[in-house]
């Protein structure tokens, strides 16, 4: 007998035991005299009480809408496609053209072998350390009042029953101090997941390049990161509440909350080095973040990767990779951990990563539509 | 169902975000909504568990960009709301209790809080080997006993791991079996007594 009959077999031993010893089962509303509201109510009911479209928006609802917003800045630029999820690959480190496959890194606690259930290292102390060093970094002047961030990526559009196609994708984005923000997104031309790799082309011949624009008044704060402060507990209280985590207390679930919201602010926005510093600390006091070890990264450079994998969507492990010079963010890699086998995905499949490459204020207020 | 994923500069909703429109929105209520109150009610009175539940759903609507296409991982996903929501409730419930304390006003209470396991028990001894159960026990052994559910699913709405859900259940199976046979030689020695 496997051991997934066995453990089948437990759980209908304690469903007969249960039964046998007349454990409480499960409740039927009508047996304790209830009409469970309709699924018809619950809609009418939340879209007769949505916001007014048309008031101005709260201070909390302004900040409620800075992630959306956020979503909807980078949303724009990917095609409102069906079915796109996000693929990586890496061009980087071994000839695109040759590139058959997305290779999982090499980290110094979890390989392309173990990745899905390497348990890599407590990462407290790891990432205490990291604090310090990005805490210790000189707060430069701005040079502008524009946040730019760019970042490389590979992106795929996967419709189901259709092949993927790989797409390589550069991502800049201008965030103005009146809150608006672009955001161009330079694609080169999709290919077979397993065909050819032609190199990126950044911006010429071959690629193709989308800009969107969002107005100021859209809800986001451009200074939302750098009046964050360094106080840990109040960064954790207002990350918490900007991002409406469902559990507030250590958890797995606050945990992942909180690593959304870090690795979200990062990518589009220059994070000053005692906000980066209680970023890390917040993550240190989350047991479910992992330490992954010293690894290089997609363009080479030196980090350190720390992981947590969602309870509530434990078939991806998500990955940070922070600079041990600066202790800066330099990328993230979302990796597929379990097969996927409604788009023909062979765990481990690293499912999208980013490489920040700049972050930095500019006087340059970047495209405008 | 068809994925409709935003991308966005938020990589976890890049992963797994879906636009759950209205058809299959009521489509996962029907499918999660009983499972839900079922949950619910074993803590709750009726009528809050009734309340949880449309909570959690209006969550589940109001987040429906979040969604997870993986259809494991969408369970999971509404019971953790779910989950919070029966918290909240409980909590409010808490601190009402304490406010009713200064308002002397301990009967209504009570009966709101009707233990309706004793509606659906079918044994005194059942129902005591419930009531021993720990919080987490009650959660795995009411996710455990949902009509139909499989383990993934199972664990999935207790955000843990198949292994983890594997392991908890026949720890689970072995202190079910302790307490029945601690209750089993009570009643001997009870019985003996009375001799």
């Avoid at chain 1, 993927?164 to 991502?171: G, Y």
């Amino acid at each position: 007998m496997s051991s997934h009959d066995e453990n089948a077999d437990e759980l209908e031993l304690l469903r007969q035991e249960g039964r046998r010893l007349g454990m409480p089962g499960a409740i039927d509303p009508a047996s304790v005299g209830v009409s469970l509201t309709t699924a018809e109510d619950i809609l009418a009911r939340a879209k007769g009480s949505g916001p007014d479209e048309s008031a101005p928006a709260s201070l909390d609802q302004r900040r409620r809408q800075r992630g959306t917003l956020a979503v909807r800045a980078a949303a724009a630029v990917a095609a409102a496609a069906v079915g796109i999820l996000a693929i990586g690959l890496a061009p980087w480190h071994q000839g695109a053209a040759d590139a058959i496959a997305p290779p999982v890194l090499d980290y110094e606690f979890a390989d392309a072998r173990n990745i899905a259930y390497a348990p890599g290292e407590d990462a407290r102390a790891a990432l205490l350390a990291l604090a310090d060093t990005a805490e210790k970094q000189p707060q430069r002047s701005p040079a502008g009042s524009t946040q730019l961030v760019v970042s490389d990526n590979w992106f795929a559009t996967l419709e189901e029953g259709k092949p993927a196609q790989l797409i390589p994708k550069q991502n800049s984005s201008w965030l103005r101090k009146d809150g608006s923000v672009s955001v161009r997104e330079v694609s080169g031309k999709p290919l077979s997941p397993d065909g050819r790799v032609p190199p990126i082309d950044r911006g010429t011949t071959g690629s193709r390049v989308d800009d969107e624009t969002y107005p100021p008044d859209d809800g986001l704060d451009a200074q939302y990161v750098a009046k964050l402060g360094g106080d840990t507990d109040r960064v954790r209280d207002t990350l918490m509440t900007t991002q409406e985590c469902e559990v507030r207390v250590v958890s797995p679930s606050r945990a992942r909350c909180l690593y959304q919201e870090i690795t979200n602010l990062f990518s589009y926005s220059v994070v000053p080095p005692r906000t980066t510093a209680a970023f890390w600390r917040i993550l240190a006091d989350e047991p479910s973040v992992r330490l992954l070890g010293s690894v290089k990264d997609r363009v080479g450079r030196r980090g350190v990767g720390i992981s947590l994998i969602p309870a509530n969507a434990p078939q991806f492990r998500l990955v940070a990779i922070i600079s041990p010079e600066t202790g800066q963010l330099l990328g993230t890699e979302d990796i597929r951990i379990k097969d996927d086998p409604t788009v023909g995905v062979e765990a481990p499949a690293i499912y999208s990563f980013t490489a920040i490459l700049e972050a930095r204020y500019t006087r340059a207020t970047g495209p405008r539509d | 169902m068809q994925c409709v994923v935003g991308r966005s500069l938020s990589g976890l909703a890049r992963l797994y975000a879906l636009d759950v429109g209205e058809d299959e929105f009521t489509a996962l209520f029907h499918a999660l909504s009983g499972r839900l109150f079922s949950f619910a009610a074993a803590r709750l009175s009726p009528q809050a568990a009734d309340d949880a539940v449309s909570q959690t759903f209006e969550t589940v609507w109001d987040k429906r960009t979040e969604c997870p296409s993986d259809p494991t991982a969408r369970i999971g996903w509404v019971f953790t709301i779910g989950r919070y929501k029966i918290l909240q409730e409980l909590d409010r419930r808490s601190r009402k209790h304490h406010d009713q304390r200064f308002a002397d006003d301990y009967p209504s209470r009570s009966m709101d809080q009707s233990d309706v396991s004793e509606t659906v028990a079918e044994s005194d001894l059942g129902r005591w080997i419930y009531g021993q159960l720990t919080p987490q026990e009650r959660d795995l052994f009411d996710v455990a006993f949902m009509k139909d559910v499989s383990r993934d699913e199972a664990a999935a709405m207790l955000a843990i791991s198949v292994g983890t859900f594997n392991t908890r259940v026949s720890r689970l199976r072995s202190r079910i079996r302790a307490l029945r046979r601690h209750a089993e030689s009570d009643a001997l020695s009870q019985e003996g007594e009375a001799r």
